[in-house]
Nanobody
Framework: QVQLVESGGGAVQVGGSLRLSCALP????????IGWYRQAPGKEREFVAR???????VYSESVNGRFLISRDDTASTVSLQMDSLQVDDTGAYYC??????????????WGQGTQVYVYT
């Protein structure tokens, strides 16, 4: 019954790249903003990037200029291209609907996430 499926994680050296993918139901994606979030060990989950229905993107300051989020509504997927990876990028990465008081809510539950480990 897992509806949010993240993949593409792995272990990479500092400066390397990874491309994450999030698969989700089409009706969850349609018309909604979709975001990527991450959680480092011992820390709370934090916002990384989001992409609007129009394709406009927003990034956290820590990843701005290094990450690129994109959506493919036909394939019902959202990608996160991560370049120039840093040790602080290490963590479990998750995708989800970006909620709004007047619009959509989060998905009923988070996915399992995909692990990213950046080493020196």
């Amino acid at each position: 019954q897992v509806q949010l499926v993240e993949s593409g994680g792995g272990a990479v050296q500092v400066g390397g790249s990874l491309r994450l993918s999030c698969a989700l139901p089409r009706n969850w994606m349609s018309g909604n903003q979709i975001g990527w979030y991450r959680q480092a060990p011992g820390k709370e989950r934090e916002f990384v990037a989001r992409v609007l229905e129009s394709g406009v993107t927003v990034y956290s300051e820590s990843v701005n200029g290094r990450f690129l989020i994109s959506r493919d509504d036909t394939a019902s997927t959202v990608s996160l291209q991560m370049d120039s990876l840093q040790v602080d990028d290490t963590g479990a990465y998750y995708c989800n609907i970006v909620p709004s008081l007047l619009g959509p809510r989060r998905a009923p539950e988070w996915g399992q996430g995909t692990q990213v480990y950046v080493y020196t």
